[in-house]
C-alpha cells in the first residue's frame, strides 16, 4: 500500500481490480486507514473512544483518535474533518458486517470489497432490502448532493450513515472516506457518481451476485460522472 495521500485518486473503480493482493493504488490510503481504525475498535474500549470523535454536531476531536490512526490523518482542516468523521461513524457500527466484520481466521477486518460501490449504490441497496423507500433514498441524496460545506455534510451523512449500516446494508468505507476529503472541490462530479450509480444499482441476485458483479459475488456499480443532475444550487 501506498503512504501517499491521494495517490492515483482520479481513477475509477473498476470491476475486479482489489484481489486478494490488496485494494488498487487509487484507494490504497483510504483502505489502510479505515483498517487501522477497524483494528482500533477491536475492544469495546477502543470502540467506546472512537465514538466519542464525532459530535453530533459534525465537529471532531482529535484527542479521541489513538495515535497509530491520528498519524494517518492529513493535517489540514477538511482531511482532519473527513478522516474523523469516518472513524467515529464506522466506530458507531463496529462491529457488524457494514463496519468490516472479521472473517473467520483472519484477525485483520475486511473493509474493502471492489464490488461495493459509493453512497448512492448503498442507498440503492438499502431500497431493495427494504430499509428506505426509493423517494425518501433519492431525496436524502439529493439533499447531501445540494450541501457544499463539508461540516454540513458530515451532519447530515451521520444518522443516514447509521440508519443504512446500522440494517447491515453494505458500506464501502474507504469510498466514503475518500468522497468526504475530496468534497470541497469535486461536489458535483461526485454527487453525479452518487446519482447514477443509485439509478443504476443492481440488488444481487439468488447466488449473491448481479449482472454486474465484483469478486465473490458482490454487486458492482462504477460510480458515473457527467451534467449535474441534482442542479447547481450550493447550499450549507
Known sequence: MTDVIGAGVEAPPVEGEGGPEGPPEWIAYEVKYVEAVARACGTPAGRARLRRVLSSAGTVSGWELPVHVARLVPQNPVGRLAYGAVAGMFAAQSPSVSAGR????????????????????????????GVLHEDSA?????????????GALVVQCRPLVARVAGEGVPLNWPLLLQ???????RRVDIANGWFFSFVHGMAPDGDGGGEENGPGGDSAVVPGGGVNDFGSEETS
Open 179 to 185: 468522497d468526504l476529503r475530496r468534497w470541497p472541490e
Open 138 to 150: 433519492q431525496e436524502r441524496l439529493q439533499r447531501l448532493a445540494r450541501l457544499s460545506d463539508l
Open 102 to 129: 472479521r472473517e473467520s481466521g483472519s484477525d485483520v477486518a475486511r473493509v474493502w470489497r471492489p464490488g461495493w460501490g459509493d453512497l448512492g449504490w448503498t442507498l440503492r441497496m438499502a431500497v431493495f432490502s
